[in-house]
């Protein structure tokens, strides 16, 4: 696909590109190793060459682009290079069919990926250092080198280390993190300094926590061809075609094989035109249509009960005097606190649950349970099994019940349940979008329960879909030993605990988990990691994002108590770690691959409360984004054609994709990689100048600023520009691709996954990765028989903590949509851009011309747009409690009365002055995901932390009087 089709546009661009260098008139003069600048430009005589220019070239490289489209894709491209300048790029539709029954994986790719050649040269790109000159947010910089900035911020990094600790400089880390050579930089600096890196998965809405609540982890899907094997798939809180571009023809392929494609959504969106079936439904409402369809799959005798008592917690004990799991613990002398107990059938006794295995031999637990039992001491206690109480928790949602909360009529409710159990194999589509609401857990535990109850997990197209992730295991590898000589030896100090946690009968996947939870408790003397802390929880308290959140409880969440005593609780418990605590404000905060001014709700708070407090804000970035224009240094990074790295990919496309770079990194910009390395070596040329040797962490830990480029490099093994080296040590040190080697994989820019990755992110998947058919995560649970790493080890429904049972959660159950940012009559809802990946393209001339209008706009229904004299194309304002903005107003057919729909990533500056649609969304934090000093909601990489919630906004909005507003 050619960026620069159009003849009077690609001059337009070439004219700016050639102006930016101070180069008049097309002529350039080739450039020489001293001059250090472009490669020679051709002389053109009309656009007649320009245009057949355009279809001639240098070489072809295999790359792709390095951030986060998670559900949609992640593709191979031809990248096309002539003079040195990437010109235009087009997929690699080279994906090998996996076996004749199932589509292939061609073509792969999208309308952003087809126009970055565009992308990367158009006035927002910047190519060297910037430093602020007025006050932050004024516009005003000045150009410096490399060498300026880069000892200002390792001297500011001194002062603050020393005087302040460790823990005071912050990696602001984004959606585009790579997982690869980016985050092995920031990984090792991170380990070696024990400054803070940000987990953004909660912060930008993607913690499914009711995902992690019931399997004990929240990463697990299928490949996309597996959809091509059900019966029926249901949409649920996605919308893929629209938004997973290179995955939809998997599900309309499905439809010719039989499937049927049932939506559920509240707006009649893209999906739901290529769906057999649309159910519309109330926004906030699923958890009361999903347990309506659980009430009619156990009253009708559908339960599949050989699954339900091998897999779940179904079965499992609980006392009712303390509405806690009965424990061996609780009636045997020396019994065991983590060994649960059931009744069984067969000897009409109490038994202990099967531990090392899910394999249930000789038991066949009872579900409808409810007996007396004496405890070790005498004491007789009633018991009830899981099942038991679910029972009576699903009496309240009958279909005529259910359908005054969710606003489906009982009869499509009988409908939607009678599809389910009638079809043997029943899948979902289930992205992040039911965890942006502030009751989304309770959503997501409904929805897994009938999946649970129906037997529909961990077999080949069927399956409830968890969160998708797969990376390379070779990161952790070179991110944490001190050098590749010493690798073993670091990981071998793990040996013994690992035995000892093997023959105890945990899981390997339970042990690799809690690596991922280590990094959030920072001063581990056994094994030395990076640090990591919840974004949302950083920016709630020390942004002051929470502030927003005094009125919370007028806003009915629900809560028992004043929000601010649960967080409390939590924090002095550390049950939700924060890194730095509370009484130690940051000082630096380092933006990579990252724009939080633009994705944090509430994010003006941060300019308020937190910006103040920062003594250096650096933002690296091949742009000035909303975040750069806020900071105090831009730092230029080479977009991801200019660099050589390999990156996370999901179960959906499991093929590793690599960038192999195509042309030189445009004027003084540098790779992630190297920015980090060359400010290794800054603080460590200063640290030696002043005399500085090493500090203590607050936990205790020697930080060596006089070796730290030394250390990060490993003695200079992996020095400023060693991407392509570093890359290839990540891959090779993996095992999870052994067919091709990393010469090879350049050449061909992607290889399938072989094997599961055994590192924190991506080994909850927990199935094998076979060449020749479709993936089917869970499988080493359901057919091997392996726990889950939850506290009862199986699927679990019944969460027996303090926090769930004053909120009344132990058990999935309806809790209406919060009325958060005040009392207002529309709820503003929001989705995934078609025309950006976050707000990377956000403001593309060429993916503005695609968009339903060029500026940031709000859908409004018909029925609401005409109550408010709105017309379609009218500027309104739109406010709540907490703010306001305004943005044009989209007046659509396809919403229902109530509900208005925002897609995200519109940058700050795209909004007119006084506000953007992040200034009406509060955001209060969740009381249940505060929980901790628990097996499975423990925080860790990924999973466990606080999320965001701006599904629930409640809004009101206004026509504007004629023309733009001021």
């Known amino acids: 696909m050619s960026a620069g089709i159009d003849r009077r546009g690609f001059l337009k661009s070439a004219a700016a590109l050639m102006g930016s260098l101070s180069m008049p008139n097309f002529v350039v003069q080739a450039a020489t190793p001293q001059s250090g600048g472009l490669p020679a430009v051709p002389l053109y005589s009309s656009w007649k060459d320009v245009y057949r220019s355009q279809w001639t ?19 191979s491209w031809d990248v096309y290079v002539k003079d040195g300048i990437v010109y235009r790029e087009e997929q690699a539709g080279e994906y090998e069919q996996v076996n004749p029954e199932l589509p292939d994986y061609n073509p792969r790719g999208c309308q952003k990926g087809g126009c970055f050649s565009e992308r990367m040269y158009d006035p927002s790109r910047i190519t060297h250092p910037l430093r602020r000159v007025g006050p932050r947010g004024s516009g005003k910089w000045e150009r410096v080198s490399w060498e300026e900035a880069l000892n200002d911020i390792a001297d500011t990094y001194l002062d603050v280390t020393l005087d302040e600790g460790t823990d005071r400089t912050i990696w602001d880390l984004g959606p585009g993190i790579d997982l690869g050579v980016s985050m092995a930089a920031q990984g090792r600096f991170s380990m070696l300094t024990q400054s803070i890196g940000l987990d953004m998965d909660g912060e930008i809405g993607d913690s499914r926590r009711g995902t992690l609540e019931t399997f004990g982890k929240i990463v697990f899907e299928r490949s996309a061809d597996d959809y091509f094997y059900s019966d029926l798939i249901l949409f649920w809180g996605g919308n893929p075609v629209y938004t997973q571009i290179p995955q939809a023809h998997f599900f309309t392929e499905a439809r010719y094989r039989g499937a049927k494609i049932i939506s559920i959504a509240p707006d009649y969106n893209p999906s739901a035109t290529k769906s057999d079936l649309w159910i519309p439904i109330k926004p906030g409402t699923d958890a009361a249509l999903a347990l309506a369809i659980c009430h009619e799959i156990v009253a009708g005798g559908h339960v599949k009960e050989a699954f339900v008592k091998e897999q779940t917690d179904l079965p499992l004990l609980v006392r009712s005097d303390t509405m806690r799991f009965l424990k061996q613990a609780d009636v045997q002398e020396g019994g065991r606190e983590n060994h649960h107990m059931l009744w069984d059938a067969v000897s009409d006794s109490l038994q202990t649950a099967p531990f090392r295995s899910l394999a249930l031999e000789a038991l066949n637990p009872a579900l409808d349970v409810r007996k007396t039992v004496t405890l070790k001491d005498g004491q007789k206690v009633e018991v009830r099994s899981v099942f038991s109480l679910l029972r009576d928790r699903l009496a309240d949602y009958t279909p005529e019940a259910a359908s005054k909360l969710c606003g489906v009529n009982p009869k499509l409710i009988r409908r939607l349940a009678r599809e389910i159990v009638s079809a043997d194999k029943v899948s979902n589509i289930a992205q992040t979008s039911l965890c942006k609401y502030f009751h989304g857990n309770l959503a997501e535990r409904s929805m897994a329960l009938i999946f649970a109850l129906t037997g529909n997990i961990g077999r080949r197209g069927a399956g409830f879909s968890g969160f998708p992730l797969l990376t390379p295991d070779g990161g952790d590898k070179f991110a944490i030993p001190p050098s590749l000589q010493e690798a073993a030896q670091t990981f071998g100090k793990l040996e013994p605990l690992i035995q000892q946690r093997l023959e105890a009968g945990d899981t390997q996947e339970m042990i690799v988990t809690d690596l991922g939870r280590m990094m959030f408790a920072p001063g581990n003397k056994l094994l030395r990691l990076p640090v990591w802390t919840s974004g949302t929880l950083f920016w709630s308290v020390h942004g002051g994002i929470g502030e927003l959140s005094k009125r919370a409880d007028e806003w009915g969440l629900g809560n028992k108590r004043p929000l601010g005593e649960y967080l409390e609780e939590s924090l002095a418990k550390q049950w939700q770690p924060l890194n730095p605590p509370p009484d130690r404000p940051p000082r630096i905060m380092i933006s990579l691959c990252s724009n939080t001014l633009r994705r944090a709700r509430g994010s003006e708070k941060l300019l308020e409360v937190l910006w103040p407090k920062l003594k250096k804000i650096v933002v690296m970035d091949w742009r000035i984004n909303s975040t750069a224009r806020h900071a105090d240094y831009v730092l230029p990074v080479a977009p991801w054609y200019e660099r050589t ?80 080296k570093v890359a290839r040590t990540i891959y090779d040190l993996g095992g999870t691709h052994k067919k091709l080697s ?41 057919r091997d028989k392996v726990p889950y790493p939850t506290s009862s080890r199986r699927i679990q429904f019944f969460v027996d903590h303090p926090f769930y049972e004053e909120l009344d959660e132990l058990l999935p159950r309806f809790k209406a949509p919060p009325m958060m940012g005040g009392n207002y009559p529309l709820m503003m809802t929001g989705g995934k851009t078609r025309w950006s990946i976050h707000s990377t393209w956000r403001d593309s001339r060429i993916m503005l011309r695609l968009e339903a209008r060029p500026e940031p706009y709000m859908l409004v229904s018909i029925a609401d747009a005409t109550k408010r004299g709105i017309v379609d194309g009218d500027w309104i304002r739109v406010w709540n409690d907490v703010g306001s903005f305004k943005c044009k107003a989209k007046v659509s057919p396809s919403l229902r009365p109530g509900q208005t729909l925002m897609y995200h990533a519109w940058e700050r500056y795209q909004f007119l002055a006084g506000g953007d649609m992040n200034s009406v969304s509060p955001t209060p934090l969740n009381p249940v995901e505060l929980a901790g000093g628990h097996p499975h909601l423990t925080a860790g990489v990924l999973q466990g932390q606080n999320s965001v919630f701006d599904r629930d906004t409640r809004i009101e909005i206004e026509r504007i009087a004629e023309g733009v507003p001021a």
């Open 57 to 75: 070239w240098d070489k072809v490289v295999r790359s792709t682009h390095h951030l986060n489209c998670w559900f949609q894709a992640h593709c």
């Open 645 to 724: 790295s390999l990156k996370w990919v999901t179960p959906l496309s499991p093929y590793l994709t690599i960038t192999d770079q195509a042309t030189k990194p445009l004027g003084e910009s540098k790779s992630d990689w190297s920015i980090i390395v060359a400010l290794s070596e800054a603080i460590q040329k200063r640290a030696r100048a002043r005399g500085i040797k090493s500090v203590q962490s607050p936990q205790g830990l020697e930080v060596k600023l006089d070796t730290l480029y030394d250390d990060l490099t490993m003695n200079g093994q992996f020095k400023e520009g060693d991407d392509d």
């Open 742 to 782: 990393w010469d090879e994989i350049k050449q061909k820019g992607f290889a399938r996954f072989e094997k599961l990755p055994e590192e924190p992110s991506s080994i909850g998947n927990m199935c094998e990765f076979p060449a020749n058919d479709s993936i089917v995560p869970l499988t080493f649970h359901v």
